[in-house]
């Protein structure tokens, strides 16, 4: 009881100081002041990643990132070195959307999120809320109404904050996350749209599928975009990771029956599979039995191997040739940007072979966007 009462004093007390003196220049952990003022610019381009903690951001390519969100704890040198690179840094929002139906609680909830991005010198808040929720629900209207309040508060007390929303790879009630799409994206700086987890819910047979397939992938763009919303809101996210399948059955032709786990409504689903990092099948793809496939129909690579116990296994993944198809309709939709889930999940370490393996990685995000980029100057010069 006395801890909290004397915690509520500080809070209340560091507030009155605060907003009486502003942010007291020592609490900056910079070594230049100056690299504790949020990020201004407006971003042209997204490029949107997800940290998820430790220290590989030190091996990002920053000439790409304009967007890092705080997915692990937070870390007062990343802010720093992201602000010298005019990257913006935002913090992980989730909460209970049955929580924020009442008005008050979400005001409470809104006020601590600025306070703490203040107080690490953070450039925004990327919500990541993934929960079902019932279309004209109490809930569905909070959520629209917990993403509109934020952004309020976030672009009055941080100038220059940017306030994104994470949703489904698809706006059709994907895993029962029936939301108000449209309103959510008005009412927020950018929508990540999940381009992965496609086989959260498999209504025809079960078999182990790609992650994010091609047609489907971009057939969801079309979607957003159809319901009015700009595209520029749009960021193209992509996997990272891909999923491992035990396989019950494996045919001739190479279809891997994988068991029924059903997931909101579904009877199978992706939770049949394992999410594997991108750096951990490269390492184990050389010595699987078939090597890297490629699936004609789902523009996406595969490789199946046996494990100690003689089972058979089926990995599904995303690789540069892969993005790189879908990031060409980044331009193609005039999309804000692309990112991926997550950062983290390349092999940074000094081995020559992963080190090319993860700039390939990097280079298939934007290396569409800059050959047509390339083009479009060419234009412009033959017409003068
Ligand atoms: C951001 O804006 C400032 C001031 O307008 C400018 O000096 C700086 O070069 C810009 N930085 C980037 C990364 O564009
Ligand atoms: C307010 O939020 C808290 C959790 O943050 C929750 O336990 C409580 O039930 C909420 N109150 C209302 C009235 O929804
Ligand atoms: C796997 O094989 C490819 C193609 O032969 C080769 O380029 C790559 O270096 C190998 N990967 C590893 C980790 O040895």
Same mark, same amino acid.
């Given at each position: 009881?006395?801890g909290?009462? *004397?915690?509520v004093l500080?809070?209340v007390?560091s507030?009155?100081?605060?907003?009486a003196?502003?942010v007291?220049?020592?609490?900056?952990p910079?070594?230049?002041?100056?690299?504790?003022?949020?990020i201004q610019n407006?971003t042209?381009f997204e490029v949107?990643?997800f940290d #998820?903690g430790?220290?590989?951001w030190k091996?990002?390519?920053?000439?790409k990132?304009?967007?890092?969100a705080?997915f692990?704890q937070y870390?007062?040198?990343?802010? %720093?070195?992201?602000?010298? @690179?005019?990257v *913006?840094? #935002?913090?992980?929002?989730? #909460?209970?959307?049955s929580?924020?139906v009442d008005p008050?609680? /979400?005001?409470?909830?809104i006020?601590e999120?600025v306070s703490?991005a203040?107080?690490?010198?953070m450039d925004?808040?990327?919500?990541?809320?993934e929960?079902?929720?019932?279309?004209n629900?109490?809930?569905y209207?909070?959520l629209?109404?917990l993403?509109?309040e934020?952004?309020d508060?976030?672009?009055?007390?941080i100038?220059g904050?940017?306030?994104s929303? !994470? #949703?489904?790879w698809s706006?059709? %009630?994907i895993? @029962? *996350? +029936?939301?108000?799409? =449209?309103?959510i994206?008005?009412? %927020? !700086?950018l929508l990540f749209v999940? =381009?992965?987890?496609?086989q959260?819910?498999?209504?025809?047979?079960?078999?182990a599928?790609?992650? $994010?397939?091609?047609?489907?992938?971009?057939?969801?763009?079309?979607?957003y975009?159809k319901?009015?919303?700009?595209p520029?809101?749009?960021v193209m996210g992509?996997?990272w990771?891909?999923?491992?399948?035990p %396989?019950?059955?494996?045919s001739?032709?190479?279809?891997c029956?994988i068991?029924?786990?059903?997931?909101r409504g579904a009877p +199978? =689903?992706d939770a049949a599979g394992?999410?594997i990092?991108? &750096?951990?099948?490269?390492?184990?793809?050389n010595s =699987?039995?078939s090597g890297?496939?490629w699936d004609?129909?789902?523009? &996406?690579p595969?490789?199946n191997?046996?494990?100690?116990d003689?089972q058979?296994?089926?990995v599904?993944?995303?690789d540069?040739?892969s993005i790189s198809?879908? $990031?060409?309709?980044?331009n193609k939709f005039g999309l /804000?940007g692309i990112g991926m889930?997550?950062?983290?999940?390349?092999?940074?370490?000094?081995?020559?072979?992963a080190?090319?393996?993860? *700039?390939?990685m990097?280079n298939?995000?934007v290396?569409? /966007?800059?050959?047509?980029?390339g083009?479009?100057?060419?234009?412009v010069?033959?017409?003068?």
């Amino acid at each position: 009881m006395e801890g909290s009462l *004397r915690i509520v004093l500080f809070t209340v007390l560091s507030a009155l100081f605060f907003s009486a003196f502003g942010v007291d220049d020592d609490d900056c952990p910079c070594m230049e002041q100056e690299l504790c003022k949020q990020i201004q610019n407006e971003t042209q381009f997204e490029v949107f990643v997800f940290d #998820v903690g430790g220290k590989s951001w030190k091996s990002y390519d920053w000439t790409k990132l304009t967007t890092i969100a705080a997915f692990g704890q937070y870390d007062a040198e990343l802010m %720093c070195f992201a602000h010298s @690179k005019g990257v *913006r840094l #935002v913090l992980k929002g989730d #909460v209970s959307v049955s929580a924020m139906v009442d008005p008050t609680n /979400r005001t409470i909830w809104i006020k601590e999120k600025v306070s703490l991005a203040k107080r690490q010198f953070m450039d925004g808040i990327n919500i990541d809320i993934e929960q079902a929720v019932e279309e004209n629900s109490p809930e569905y209207f909070a959520l629209t109404a917990l993403v509109k309040e934020t952004t309020d508060a976030f672009h009055k007390e941080i100038h220059g904050s940017q306030v994104s929303f !994470d #949703v489904a790879w698809s706006p059709k %009630c994907i895993d @029962k *996350r +029936c939301y108000d799409y =449209s309103a959510i994206a008005d009412s %927020c !700086d950018l929508l990540f749209v999940m =381009s992965y987890d496609e086989q959260s819910q498999i209504w025809g047979d079960c078999m182990a599928l790609a992650n $994010a397939p091609y047609t489907q992938t971009l057939t969801a763009y079309e979607q957003y975009i159809k319901m009015k919303i700009d595209p520029r809101k749009l960021v193209m996210g992509v996997p990272w990771y891909g999923y491992d399948y035990p %396989c019950l059955t494996f045919s001739q032709g190479g279809a891997c029956e994988i068991q029924k786990v059903p997931f909101r409504g579904a009877p +199978c =689903s992706d939770a049949a599979g394992r999410q594997i990092p991108y &750096s951990f099948m490269m390492k184990q793809i050389n010595s =699987s039995m078939s090597g890297r496939m490629w699936d004609v129909e789902q523009q &996406s690579p595969y490789y199946n191997y046996k494990d100690a116990d003689g089972q058979i296994h089926q990995v599904w993944y995303d690789d540069p040739e892969s993005i790189s198809l879908k $990031a060409a309709y980044v331009n193609k939709f005039g999309l /804000r940007g692309i990112g991926m889930w997550n950062g983290n999940l390349l092999d940074y370490s000094n081995n020559p072979v992963a080190q090319q393996q993860s *700039r390939d990685m990097w280079n298939a995000l934007v290396a569409t /966007r800059e050959t047509e980029w390339g083009e479009v100057t060419l234009e412009v010069k033959s017409m003068s």
